[in-house]
T-cell receptor, first 116, second 115 residues
């Protein structure tokens, strides 16, 4: 499998559920990102991991908890979400963004999340 | 802070017609500029990017974009649109900085193509 994959592609959950989104990149990149895409709003950066270390948390509520066990895998753990958290969650990866010209980010297909 | 404005929310063009999607950015230093395309149900695919050098950048699928510093613009163009170009287009800017460099996206322009 190539590129950036995300599972599941669709997820419906209640506000009391706990679920996890998974992202895997097969590109040998060092950095991974979570973005949130809501209707009528720009893509919002949520988290950035570089070499498995979190380097950015963009004021995301604690009900979203990221985990990066290695450079190829990124998870987003979800608990007690709100209906307004319904969105498309996109994962991306890039080669080596630190201190030089930003490298291209490659995106996965996203997980469409619906919170009831 | 950086920002990106895509003034057109939705554009409709006829198949075979030319296309220009507008993008304006706000950033003090030299920006790094990107255009991505998103088809329904899909993630974002990079069309082209500008880092430095020639201000006219060629991308995939016959797209090109021109960086105009004086106008703070990075408009996307295609001479002849195909029905398969119908999608959402996002302009993004990044800056050189320490550590990771997040992208700042515009709100997108939805392109419809009619016969």
């Amino acid at each position: 499998e190539t590129g950036v994959t995300q599972t599941p592609r669709h997820l419906v959950m209640g506000m009391t559920n706990k679920k996890s989104l998974k992202c895997e990149q097969h590109l040998g990149h060092n950095a991974m990102y979570w973005y949130k895409q809501s209707a009528k709003k720009p893509l919002e950066l949520m988290f950035v991991y570089n070499f498995k270390e979190q380097t950015e948390n963009n004021s995301v509520p604690s009900r979203f908890s990221p985990e990066c066990p290695n450079s190829s895998h990124l998870f987003l753990h979800l608990h007690t979400l709100q209906p307004e958290d319904s969105a498309l969650y996109l994962c991306a990866s890039s080669q080596d963004p630190a201190g030089r010209a930003p490298d291209t980010q490659y995106f996965g297909p996203g997980t469409r999340l619906t919170v009831l | 802070a950086q920002s990106v404005t895509q003034p057109d929310i939705h554009i409709t063009v006829s198949e075979g017609a030319s296309l220009e999607l507008r993008c304006n950015y706000s950033y003090g230093a030299t920006p790094y500029l990107f255009w991505y395309v998103q088809s329904p149900g899909q993630g974002l695919q990079l069309l082209l990017k500008y880092f430095s050098g020639d201000t006219l950048v060629q991308g995939i699928k016959g797209f090109e974009a021109e960086f105009k510093r004086s106008q703070s613009s990075f408009n996307l163009r295609k001479p002849s649109v195909h029905w398969s170009d119908a999608a959402e287009y996002f302009c993004a800017v990044a800056s050189l900085g320490s550590g990771n460099t997040p992208l700042v996206f515009g709100k997108g322009t939805r392109l419809s193509v009619i016969a």
